[in-house]
């Protein structure tokens, strides 16, 4: 695609409930990340795929949290039995070691967020 | 610690003038160093990214600086527009490992 794309924009759910959010990253980036920004907070690192290599879960914040990159493409962050604390905005991420044009190489494209609010 | 400041947190400033946003860090071993803007509501955007032997980088209207001896970075805004009014955020990433290391940012306001 053009850029890197999430659904929902906004989902609001019951405290306790689990939560599916989707990332399609751009068209042949092997790198996918995923974060978290809090209010007033800065962007916080969760989770970090880089082809098929074992993915790099070192920001996950709970075993609440866990994430998918099928065939290397789409990915899906799941927060079960969601807590009032998850509520933020989640940012997700691709970029590639190759230059393709219009996209450099090893920047990392955002998408424009999920909104979560756990109520 | 690995930490990523930022300062101000907050600026405001009339529309034309040039300002700068500082980033002090203390990532270790340090790889690169990324400025981001991000609008309300959207995703952050990629200003510029800094490796070690860089000591300036230009885009457009933004120049980042970089001093790693010190670890500090600035952003430098020349003639400043509305539409620059925004969060700039700074990320330092280590040469070891996949850790990214983020500021909470500078909230730039520019005022007609």
């Known amino acids: 695609g053009a850029g890197v794309s999430q659904s929902p924009s906004n989902k609001v759910t019951e405290k306790g409930k689990d939560v599916e959010l989707r990332c399609d990253p751009i068209s042949g980036h092997t790198a996918l990340y995923w974060y978290r920004q809090s209010l007033g907070q800065g962007l916080e690192f969760l989770i970090y795929?880089?082809?098929?290599?074992?993915?790099?879960k070192s920001g996950l914040p709970s075993d609440r949290f866990s994430a998918e990159r099928t065939g290397g493409s789409v990915s899906t962050l799941t927060i079960q039995r969601t807590q009032q604390e998850d509520s933020a905005v989640y940012l997700c991420?691709?970029?590639?070691?190759?230059?393709?044009?219009?996209?450099?190489?090893?920047?990392?494209?955002f998408g424009a967020g999920t909104r979560l609010s756990v109520l | 610690k690995n930490q990523v400041e930022q300062s101000p947190q907050s600026l405001i400033i009339l529309e034309g003038k040039n300002c700068t946003l500082q980033c002090n860090y203390t990532v270790s071993p340090f790889s690169n160093l990324r400025w981001y803007k991000q609008d309300t509501g959207r995703g952050p955007v990629s200003l510029t990214i800094m490796t070690f032997s860089e000591n300036t980088k230009s885009n457009g209207r933004y120049t980042a600086t970089l001093d790693a001896d010190t670890k500090q970075s600035s952003l430098h805004i020349t003639a400043s527009q509305l539409s620059d009014s925004a969060s700039y955020i700074c990320v330092v990433s280590r040469s070891t490992g996949n850790q990214f290391y983020f500021g909470t940012g500078t909230s730039l306001t520019v005022i007609p």
């Open positions: 991420a691709s970029s590639s070691s190759l230059a393709g044009l219009p996209f450099a190489k090893n920047i990392q494209y």
């Open positions: 795929f880089q082809g098929n290599s074992a993915p790099d």
